[in-house]
Each structure stands twice: as structure tokens, then as C-alpha cells.
């Protein structure tokens, strides 16, 4: 039922900046984690950041601390990434993901580009 849909993703030089958003479809309770995960050329997909819908509480992986934040939007329904500070080994597919106990949900995924 829960339907993810990614924008935002594009071409942009290293050191520079980039948000993505994630639009969300249906109802979101209270109980969901949405965050964001990531799968670069040759490379595993790996967690990104997350925040849990009703408290605001953030993770983040120790690659983008300081760099990357992660945020929500309760009326839009809508999570979003701001992406700082752009580096090469940032490019990757980004895809929004959402978990509640057994279910899983994942967007189509949007392309993210670092150029050097």
C-alpha cells in the first residue's frame, strides 16, 4: 500500500550540494522508519540515514556524519537528504526505503552523480 517515490537526483561537481526527496503515498504510522540506502558501482548496497517517523530520531552512517541530513516533512508525507559537501565516492544510486516489523518498502531509486 505504501508507495516511494525518489527525486532529485542529478549531476553535481564534488563539494557541492544536492537534496533528495522522497514522497510518500498512503498512510505512514506512527511505528514506520524511513531512511535512505545507497548502492555504488561494484559495491554492496549500504545504509545511509534513517529517522523514525513519530519521534524525528536520525542515524546516519559514519560515511556521511557531518555531511548528509536527514529529515521529514509530516504533512507532505515527504523525507528528504540533504546532501553536503559532495564527494566522488558518493555516487550511487539512492533509494528510500520504509520499515514497519515485517513490512519493507523501497522507492524506484534516483541516480546521484559526483564528478571530480
Known amino acids: 500500500q505504501v508507495q516511494l517515490v525518489e527525486s532529485g537526483g542529478g549531476l553535481v561537481q564534488a563539494g557541492g550540494s544536492q537534496r533528495l526527496s522522497c514522497a510518500a503515498s498512503?498512510?505512514?504510522?506512527?511505528?514506520?522508519?524511513m531512511g535512505w540506502f545507497r548502492q555504488a558501482p561494484g559495491k554492496e548496497r549500504e545504509f545511509v540515514a534513517a529517522?523514525?517517523?513519530?519521534?524525528?530520531?536520525?542515524y546516519y552512517a559514519d560515511s556521511v556524519k557531518g555531511r548528509f541530513t536527514i529529515s521529514r516533512d509530516n504533512a507532505k508525507k515527504t523525507v528528504f537528504l540533504q546532501m553536503n559537501s559532495l564527494k566522488p565516492e558518493d555516487t550511487a544510486i539512492y533509494y528510500c526505503?520504509?520499515?514497519?516489523?515485517?513490512?519493507?518498502?523501497w522507492g524506484q531509486g534516483t541516480q546521484v552523480t559526483v564528478s571530480s
Open positions: 526505503n520504509a520499515q514497519n516489523g515485517g513490512y519493507d518498502y
Open positions: 529517522i523514525l517517523w513519530s519521534s524525528g530520531r536520525t
Open positions: 498512503g498512510r505512514t504510522f506512527s511505528g514506520y522508519r
